[in-house]
């Protein structure tokens, strides 16, 4: 059997200064919020052959939280991904944009920009957001079911603008004097529950085709929102079994909705803390990690399922029936979703759950050790069907990205995982297995 390319993308929301990372003297976290600390991070990662760069975005900040880190970086991802694209040549560039504020015309513009100044390497991961709603004059943040239906009509109105005036509409006609064909630039008339959109947009498309689609839901509105319209999904997949079974739904609603199951392609984030040796990169974990404050994680535990643990043994057995509501509120569905299938499937101790990444704002899997540790823990997971790539987030110190780009991607290309080459220019041809294999 051909085994499909694994698909790498590096998150620029640069991993490895969270925690105490950004403590060290090498962390060059004055330079967090320059184009040259950003630029070298591109040109690395190009270098070694990865697919994308993926830029998250908050659009909210507690200020309290910045006492003990810089959180997340304060560029705007559209800005800092146009400015990347005139360092760079060949890797593509992922923006993160919410549907919940602003317009789709406006987006779609932006977007389309992007793609544009690239040279046909631009995607958007599709956000409905968790906070901000008073940022945008809005008192309270929509329900889930709220945002999502926006979300859906948002998505449609931003493909169709992308269509509204096509690159075969530009005759480019000198002779006779003709720029454009005017009936081939068309209004889309959008009307809808929450979107009134005229149109044309103001961009003619490219010939490569529309910027590539990602999402990184994994709640059950999620996981169907993706499967319609995702060419990637950035997924939460903490462990093997849960990986599994996100896939296979996503593949499964994929087809329901009248696509290929192979169209969607999930991306768990890979926590990484590297060295030479396994000891090596379990001290820079547990630097990285020592101020972990476990009241902090009795409190995720009583907002994800409404437990209070505070007064339980450490060895105690955490059962389904000591959980809250599971349609109860909760600031992130699917980091609530996860721990409680967590619970209903192995009935773990609270030291256990205390543990979990999901607690501590995070579902991401996790490697502490060896560049050939990571590689093994990679093609395990995307062998088991549980993955087709990931998103990498390197953790602790800029050797743990070193180490990933200079020695785990050349090792999985050396086992044929991955390409030693780009075989394309655009973030599209990246992702189709004929141009990556």
Known sequence: MTRRPICIGLSLAATWLAGDGWRRPDSRVEDLHTLGFHADVARRAEAARLDFLFRPDALWVDPQTLASGPGFSSLDPMVLLASLAACTSRIG?????????????????????????????????IVTSLDGARNFGQAAMPDSRERYARALEFTDVVRRLWDSYPHHALPLDRERGRYADPARVRPIDHAGPVFDVQGPLNLPSLPCGAPPLFQAGASERGRDFAARVADGVFAASPDVAAGIELRQDLRRRAVG?????????????????????????????????????????????????????????????IAPDMLADPARPVRSRTHADLLRRLVERERPTLRTLLARPEVAGSAHWRVVGTPRDAVAAIVERVDAGAADGLIAL????????????????????EGGRFRREYAGTTLREHLEPAQRA
């Open 93 to 125: 560039l992922v923006a993160t944009a919410s549907t919940t504020f602003g317009a789709p015309w406006t987006l779609a513009r932006q977007l389309l920009s992007l793609h544009h100044l690239s040279g046909g390497r631009a995607g958007w991961n």
């Open 257 to 317: 909705h009248g696509r290929d199951a192979d169209a969607i392609r999930v991306l768990p984030g890979l926590s990484l803390f590297l060295g030479e040796t396994t000891d090596e990169a379990r001290d820079l974990y547990r630097d990285t990690h020592a101020r972990h404050d476990r009241a902090r994680a009795i409190a995720g535990l009583r907002d994800l399922l409404g437990l209070d643990a505070a007064a339980l043994p450490p060895d105690r057995r």
């Open 394 to 413: 390197p953790g602790g110190a800029d050797r743990s990205l070193r180490l990933f780009l200079d020695e785990v991607v050349p090792m999985l290309a």
